[in-house]
């Protein structure tokens, strides 16, 4: 406030100083108002504290990653027109979206991972959909890898419920540890109990706590202290409503056989098809008043899609069909073959994995050598069909000079040409460019969101 004291300030008609006092009195009443409603002002800007509600984010941070991959790509026009956008100001790209939130380094499917994402300016943010004991629908990757994904096998009581116990690995080192703890063994309120924590595990482990570590090196517990929080389907709307964002939920495939017959003396019926789950999805929706446009339902299974199609047309719209049948190469053919049925039968979005969509041209080069990225057979004939293309997932892959040594699978196509950090720009540009995609998942979504913002999608 020195400025107000001792200084001109530039707000201020010092002119007045001369006038008659109720004059003056009058205008520097109505500066106080005026610093008090700026005050005000930025009171209400401050960031929500945890668990309060939020607001949409308009300032994009993209942290370092971004860039650091940019100048680790080989010099071409693409490096030169990202370096050219490296002091632009960001905003949200729907072409962004966040898989499982910001999972590369925030325990995924936590308020703090979804925050991360929209931080990064994903436009659409992410919860994977599996049901509880008491059949409520909650954020997990899979139904059953709460062992690998949250604290339950440090509490002995949730512990004893999974479906298989703690089983430590022998002396010799034949067997190794193993678990298997499932959102259908405990009620949502057992469920929500739990922490989150990076998704990892120790095979060698004798004990359940080794057993919960494990974690990647190329990831992090950074922000893991304290007990990330996990959450209910109708909390991650709320969230995401609260951010101003769009929706994708994915519908898990079930690993107990279907119907599902619940134990739980709070469970709303004993008839749990896989229609009835599908349908408890859309409701939800439904009962938060969000707007089909919004959304973009998931699921690996084609009859989700498909019973979406007949029977809640509005969301069907922009339901995405997760394809994996292109995970064999008789699976792949027959996939290609099937989009322009699939087509017709009212399927508008597919989604494969990265792999799928792009291939290498023996032919040509990238003029660094390289075999230049092309679109696949896969993108060819969805394109053909009249589909829309998503790809999945970016950022989960670890050091790319490691991907084809390791036959990494989301860029197992391209592997021949992922020689540093920088080609993973390479595989987006094609994915947007070449391909013609609609958007990508991805696992920390800045660097997605940087190559949106700069090629203006």
């Not at 993108?379 to 997932?393: C, F, H, M, P």
């Not at 080609?423 to 094609?430: G, Q, R, S, T």
Request: hydrophobic share 35%.
């Amino acid at each position: 406030m020195d400025a107000w004291f001792g200084h001109q300030h530039p707000l201020v008609d010092y002119s007045l100083a001369s006038s008659a006092p109720d004059t003056l009195s009058m205008y520097l009443t109505s500066v106080t108002l005026f610093i008090g409603a700026l005050a005000s002002g930025l009171a209400s800007a401050a960031p929500a504290r945890h668990g309060q509600q939020q607001r949409p984010i308009s300032n994009i941070q993209l942290g370092p990653r971004p860039f650091y991959l940019v100048d680790q790509m080989d010099d071409s026009s693409l490096k030169s027109k990202l370096q050219f956008c490296s002091e632009r100001r960001n905003t949200a790209s729907d072409f962004s979206i966040s898989h499982r939130g910001a999972p590369l380094q925030f325990p995924e499917h936590t308020e703090e991972s979804w925050l991360a994402a929209a931080r990064e300016g994903a436009g659409i943010l992410e919860c994977d959909v599996a049901f509880t004991k008491d059949l409520q629908l909650v954020c997990r990757h899979s139904q059953c890898d709460l062992h690998t994904t949250t604290n339950i096998l440090s509490i002995p009581e949730l512990a004893a419920k999974c479906t298989e116990p703690f089983s430590p690995a022998s002396a010799d080192g034949k067997t190794k540890a193993s678990a298997k703890c499932c959102t259908s063994d405990i009620t949502l309120a057992e469920f929500k109990s739990l922490c989150g924590k990076m998704d990892s595990s120790d095979s060698t482990a004798t004990t359940p706590e080794q057993y919960q570590n494990g974690l990647e090196s190329w990831r992090t517990t950074l922000y893991s202290p304290g007990c990330p929080k996990l959450h209910s389907h109708a909390e991650f709307l709320t969230i995401v409503e609260s951010l101003g964002l769009k929706f994708t939920s994915e519908l898990k495939t079930p690993e107990v056989p279907m119907p599902f017959t619940s134990a739980s003396e709070h469970a709303a019926h004993q008839n749990y098809t896989q229609e009835v789950y599908a349908q408890q999805l859309v409701d939800e929706y439904k009962r938060a008043n969000i707007d089909p446009s919004r959304v973009f339902l998931q699921s690996f299974l084609q009859d989700d899609i498909l019973y979406w199609i007949d029977a809640e047309p509005d969301f069907a719209r922009q339901a995405v069909y997760l394809d994996e049948r292109v995970d064999t190469p008789e699976g792949y053919e027959g996939a290609v073959a099937s989009l322009a049925d699939l087509a017709k039968r009212g399927v508008k979005i597919m989604a494969p994995p990265i792999f799928a969509l792009l291939a290498l041209d023996d032919s040509s080069d990238d003029g660094n050598g390289k075999q230049r990225i092309v679109p696949s057979k896969y993108a060819k004939a969805a394109k053909e069909a009249g589909l829309d293309l998503i790809a999945y997932s970016l950022e989960r892959s670890g050091p790319m000079e490691r991907v084809k040594a390791d036959g990494e699978y989301y860029f197992s196509s391209v592997a021949d040409v992922m020689k540093s950090e920088g080609d993973i720009y390479e595989v987006i540009d094609a994915l947007a460019r070449e391909v013609g995609a609609k958007g990508v998942f991805s696992d920390w979504p800045a660097t997605v969101t940087y190559y949106a913002n700069c090629m203006g999608l």
